[in-house]
């Protein structure tokens, strides 16, 4: 297939462009600079210079392609509406990125949650989290205008990326703190436990939602789950450092922004994939955050 990939050069897509051109997929990714599509076409990728906010070139490239995926954005609206709007009647695949964010609570580190979500389970979003789910619900629905429309919901993702940005965003940001003070901290108490996948496990189910989906199928991706408090315990012992401490949560928003420390680092998001494992057969090849922490995150 010919495949428009937007984020080509972040964390998520970048290893989503590597695994489909292993498949034999071109890909042609979406690039706002030239030192960036230098880089992509280095790694295979064909450059198209732009952003999210030129829906005509988003709808012309969606036309030519024979299937879209879109990992820049999880919260673009108007980016998704073009990219449905130029697929609608084609049967063409459209995969969208979502976060199991919008599952997330307010626990600030605090407890950890005894909810866990399959795809039969209904989504309550937060009010920050209700645009997100929106956009999520417009891509399953848009099965009902003839587009190939999936959703993957993405867990917490660990791992080293294969492409031009290598660094998720969860456990990376907790290793910058630890290296810069010296002590590993998770957001409160740590108590709160996400769910998780290891990048290349990741970019796997897109290989396969991408071949055999139905149209309309929404998918959590995941394969474990741990808490931040063993999260940062992990990062303590790879990096010889002490027992780790509380981080207030003030003190986190003040440093990590609200967004961050709030919800990707001091929520519970726990979900259970178990959709992409009996429609599309995904068997995950990782199974623990804590042992890739320990034995395999780069420390230099």
Same mark, same amino acid.
């Given at each position: 297939?010919?495949?428009?990939?937007?984020?080509?050069?972040?964390?998520?897509?970048?290893? $989503?462009?590597? #695994?489909?051109?292993?498949?034999?997929?071109?890909? #042609? &990714?979406?690039?706002?600079?030239?030192?960036?599509?230098?880089?992509?076409?280095?790694?295979?990728?064909?450059?198209?210079?732009?952003?999210?906010? !030129?829906?005509?070139l988003l709808a012309r490239e969606a036309k030519a392609a024979d299937a879209?995926?879109?990992?820049?954005?999880?919260?673009?609206?108007?980016?998704?509406?073009?990219?449905?709007?130029?697929?609608?009647?084609?049967?063409? =695949?459209?995969?969208?990125?979502?976060?199991?964010?919008v599952v997330a609570d307010d626990a600030?580190?605090?407890?950890?949650? !005894?909810?866990?979500?399959?795809?039969?389970? =209904?989504?309550? =979003?937060?009010?920050?989290?209700?645009? #997100?789910?929106? $956009?999520?619900?417009?891509?399953?629905?848009?099965?009902? #205008?003839?587009?190939?429309?999936?959703?993957?919901?993405?867990?917490? $993702?660990?791992?080293?990326? =294969?492409?031009?940005?290598?660094?998720?965003?969860?456990?990376?940001?907790?290793?910058?703190?630890?290296?810069?003070?010296?002590?590993?901290?998770?957001?409160?108490? &740590?108590?709160?436990?996400?769910?998780?996948?290891?990048?290349? !496990?990741?970019?796997?189910?897109?290989?396969?939602?991408?071949?055999?989906?139905?149209?309309?199928?929404?998918?959590?991706?995941?394969?474990?789950?741990?808490?931040?408090?063993?999260?940062?315990?992990?990062?303590?012992?790879?990096?010889?450092?002490?027992?780790?401490?509380?981080?207030?949560?003030?003190?986190?928003?003040?440093?990590?922004?609200?967004?961050?420390?709030?919800?990707?680092?001091?929520?519970?998001?726990?979900?259970?994939?178990?959709?992409?494992?009996?429609?599309?057969?995904?068997?995950?090849?990782?199974?623990?955050?804590?042992?890739?922490?320990?034995?395999?995150?780069?420390?230099?």
């Amino acid at each position: 297939m010919n495949v428009f990939l937007t984020g080509a050069t972040g964390f998520i897509g970048g290893a $989503i462009a590597h #695994r489909l051109m292993q498949s034999g997929h071109r890909v #042609r &990714g979406l690039v706002r600079s030239p030192e960036k599509a230098a880089g992509l076409q280095a790694l295979g990728v064909e450059p198209v210079p732009g952003d999210l906010s !030129d829906t005509v070139l988003l709808a012309r490239e969606a036309k030519a392609a024979d299937a879209v995926v879109n990992a820049a954005s999880s919260d673009d609206r108007p980016a998704v509406e073009a990219f449905l709007d130029a697929l609608a009647g084609s049967g063409k =695949p459209f995969l969208h990125t979502s976060g199991t964010s919008v599952v997330a609570d307010d626990a600030r580190g605090g407890w950890a949650s !005894d909810r866990i979500h399959d795809e039969d389970t =209904p989504i309550e =979003p937060l009010p920050d989290k209700a645009a #997100r789910a929106a $956009i999520d619900r417009l891509v399953v629905d848009a099965a009902g #205008r003839g587009v190939r429309s999936i959703v993957l919901c993405n867990s917490l $993702i660990y791992g080293t990326g =294969p492409g031009l940005h290598a660094d998720s965003v969860q456990i990376p940001a907790l290793v910058a703190q630890a290296r810069k003070t010296g002590v590993a901290r998770p957001v409160g108490h &740590g108590r709160n436990v996400w769910s998780n996948v290891h990048v290349d !496990d990741m970019a796997e189910l897109y290989a396969l939602a991408l071949e055999h989906a139905p149209a309309g199928a929404f998918y959590y991706v995941e394969n474990g789950e741990a808490s931040f408090a063993e999260a940062a315990a992990a990062i303590a012992r790879r990096l010889g450092l002490g027992a780790p401490q509380p981080w207030p949560v003030e003190d986190a928003i003040a440093e990590l922004g609200f967004a961050q420390a709030v919800y990707s680092l001091g929520s519970n998001s726990r979900v259970r994939g178990r959709r992409a494992r009996a429609e599309l057969g995904w068997t995950p090849r990782h199974g623990s955050l804590i042992d890739w922490i320990e034995r395999e995150m780069p420390v230099e």
